[in-house]
């Protein structure tokens, strides 16, 4: 596609149940990044995935959060046991490996747990 | 550590020209940028600084002084559509990483 897609666009769940949310970079695009932003704050890291390299995974907020991603393409993030904390909008980047490195963001899935 | 900041919120009339400012503070400074983001909508790149000096890209303009770690983003002959968060984020050096640490943005109302 034209652009980084995500899916869904909105989820709603339970509490202490798990969600995965996928993101579809940009083709050609070897970099893809996962923030979350919860309302009224920035933009919070979470991890970042570059070609086959071992990923970045500083930003995970606890062990209930993990990535995958295959190859260069589809990632999925996904939340175990949820919490309400969880609740934001959860965003995928991606880039180019090179100069100014621009992400590219999706529009992000909006997780709501009740 | 790192920190961004901007003012929280903006107001601006149409026609008229609005500067935001960021200040950071950060080690392995390695380029600055500014996103868009309309409520409910993906962030959109608008620009990008890693020398001192300004850019100038339409309407937008972005400056950069790393000896300050100040930016400013300016708009000009501000439309209603400009209503929006508009974000600064930094990147820095270091390991394989090119994550973005982000402000918490700075809402702009453009009033007629």
């Known amino acids: 596609g034209a652009g980084v897609s995500q899916s869904p666009s909105n989820k709603v769940t339970e509490k202490g149940k798990d969600v995965e949310l996928r993101c579809d970079p940009i083709?050609?695009?070897?970099?893809l990044y996962w923030y979350r932003q919860r309302l009224g704050q920035g933009l919070e890291f979470l991890i970042y995935?570059?070609?086959?390299?071992?990923?970045?995974k500083s930003g995970l907020p606890s062990d209930r959060f993990s990535a995958e991603r295959t190859g260069e393409s589809v990632s999925t993030l996904t939340i175990q046991r949820t919490q309400q904390e969880d609740s934001a909008v959860y965003l995928c980047?991606?880039?180019?490996?090179?100069?100014?490195?621009?992400?590219?963001f999706g529009a992000g899935t909006r997780l709501s747990v009740l | 550590g790192q920190n961004i900041d901007q003012p929280t919120e903006m107001t601006a009339t149409e026609g008229a020209i609005v500067q935001i400012n960021c200040t950071y503070q950060?080690?392995?400074?390695?380029?600055l940028f500014w996103y868009q983001q309309h409520a409910g909508e993906a962030p959109t790149f608008l620009s990008y600084?890693?020398?001192?000096g300004l850019e100038e890209k339409g309407r937008f303009s972005s400056f950069l002084s790393r000896s300050k770690g100040y930016s400013y983003l300016l708009l000009k002959e501000l439309q209603m559509k400009d209503s929006a968060s508009y974000l600064c984020?930094?990147?820095?050096?270091?390991?394989?990483?090119?994550?973005?640490?982000f402000g918490t943005g700075t809402l702009l109302a453009v009033q007629p």
């Open positions: 083709s050609g695009h070897t970099a």
């Open positions: 950060t080690s392995g400074f390695n380029g």
């Open positions: 980047a991606s880039s180019l490996q090179r100069e100014k490195n621009i992400q590219y």
């Open positions: 600084n890693v020398l001192d």
């Open positions: 995935f570059q070609g086959n390299s071992a990923p970045d």
């Open positions: 984020a930094v990147r820095r050096y270091g390991g394989a990483t090119n994550k973005l640490i």
